[in-house]
């Protein structure tokens, strides 16, 4: 199985669909939330979010989408990448509540090799997330820096630093 990407793998135009989803519990926002110190009543209170809000629920923190996103996004994407250089936009376009199955799917936008190093290239990628219904809750862009073949050839190939079995 390919884990990431060679930058002479990625073409521009070219759209990653992450698979599978998840279904986003009330444990995994909440965790979250308390993990990230984030403890606004809107994501943690429902009472507040049913009497207060005009959503009538909790809504799920956005920046736990952003990273379900961007972690669904590894296989495909970063899996061998050397930096994420940038975020360049991030969008939380509609809500998520608890219940919801979020996908994800990244465009390739561009490439530009490296003036510095002739062994890797920058890749600029936008990544969707969706819900079952289909509708987008969140987008962003980004810049990652993945390596070229000849990067991986001189540091272990597929998998470097994997030991060798033996007995």
Not at 90 to 104: A, E, N, S, W
Request: aromatic residues 10%.
């Amino acid at each position: 199985m390919q884990f990431g990407r060679y930058y002479e793998e990625f073409e521009v135009g070219a759209v990653y669909k992450h698979w599978p989803g998840k279904t986003v519990t009330e444990y995994d926002d909440h965790m979250f939330c308390l993990l990230t110190m984030n403890h606004h009543p809107l994501h943690l209170d429902a009472h507040y979010a049913e009497e207060t809000t005009d959503f009538g629920k909790n809504v799920v923190v956005g920046n736990y989408v952003y990273s379900l996103l961007l972690g669904m996004s590894v296989p495909d994407v970063s899996g061998k990448a050397i930096a994420n250089l940038e975020v360049e936009s991030l969008k939380h376009v509609k809500p998520t509540f608890h219940g919801d199955t979020i996908y994800g799917e990244t465009e390739v936008l561009d490439k530009t090799p490296s003036k510095s190093k002739d062994d890797r290239g920058v890749v600029y990628v936008e990544t969707r997330g969706y819900k079952q219904d289909g509708l987008i809750v969140c987008t962003f862009r980004r810049k990652v820096m993945v390596p070229k073949r000849s990067y991986g050839e001189t540091r272990g190939g597929e998998q470097p630093g994997r030991p060798v079995p033996h007995e």
